[in-house]
T-cell receptor, first 115, second 116 residues
Framework: GAGVSQSPRYKVAKRGQDVALRCDPI?????LFWYQQALGQGPEFLTY????????KSGLPSDRFFAERPEGSVSTLKIQRTQQEDSAVYLC?????????????FGPGTRLTVL | AQKITQTQPGMFVQEKEAVTLDCTYD???????LFWYKQPSSGEMIFLIY??????QNATEGRYSLNFQKARKSANLVISASQLGDSAMYFC?????????????FGKGTKLSVKP
């Protein structure tokens, strides 16, 4: 496919469960960003990868959140022991240059609901 | 302090008329970029238009134009000849180029409803 894809599109988890959200960026894109969008809010930055290196994780809300991009392409955002406040849409974006200094292309998001 | 402020939670516009969505920003960087994204109910973020801080001309992309007033730190989006398909959430965002990477900082958004 030509665009950024994310899976699953919807995830329902019971409080305390671990979840893993996947992002497939556009092929060849160097930069990959994760954002969290709470209901009725704008997206907020979580973490940034340049190839396989996680250069910034300052936006991760707690140590329950973990992201990886081991081969510099697909990325996984993992949330351990989910809480109700983790309910949000998780957006992935990729960009062709390092630092993301041009247009970021967004995926459709994963809507996480924690019961 | 909010870096991006969108003061209009919701806006209505008649089909075929123009509408302005407000955005003000706060940064101490000299080099930065301003973006507008559209988010329909399906959820994807669609890039609309970009303005760099050193660009002297206001950006335009088809029916979209960005009214950039640097001294007032405002970057309003103007949509001309509104269409029913323009109904969506609109987000203003900024990227500061002084940092090591270019994550976007978003406002809270404006919900635009186009009336037939």
């Amino acid at each position: 496919g030509a665009g950024v894809s994310q899976s699953p599109r919807y995830k329902v988890a019971k409080r305390g469960q671990d979840v893993a959200l996947r992002c497939d960026p556009i092929s060849g894109h160097v930069s990959l960003f994760w954002y969290q969008q709470a209901l009725g809010q704008g997206p907020e930055f979580l973490t940034y990868f340049q190839n396989e290196a996680q250069l910034d994780k300052s936006g991760l809300p707690s140590d329950r959140f973990f992201a990886e991009r081991p081969e510099g392409s697909v990325s996984t955002l993992k949330i351990q022991r989910t809480q109700q406040e983790d309910s949000a849409v998780y957006l992935c974006a990729s960009s062709s240059t390092s630092g993301g200094y041009n247009e970021q292309f967004f995926g459709p998001g994963t809507r996480l609901t924690v019961l | 302090a909010q870096k991006i402020t969108q003061t209009q939670p919701g806006m209505f516009v008649q089909e075929k008329e123009a509408v302005t969505l407000d955005c003000t920003y706060d940064t101490s960087d000299q080099s930065y970029g301003l973006f507008w994204y559209k988010q329909p109910s399906s959820g994807e973020m669609i890039f609309l238009i970009y303005q760099g801080s050193y660009d002297e001309q206001n950006a335009t992309e088809g029916r979209y134009s960005l009214n950039f007033q640097k001294a007032r730190k405002s970057a309003n989006l103007v949509i001309s000849a509104s269409q029913l398909g323009d109904s969506a959430m609109y987000f203003c965002a900024m990227r500061e180029y002084g940092g090591s990477q270019g994550n976007l900082i978003f406002g809270k958004g404006t919900k635009l409803s186009v009336k037939p």
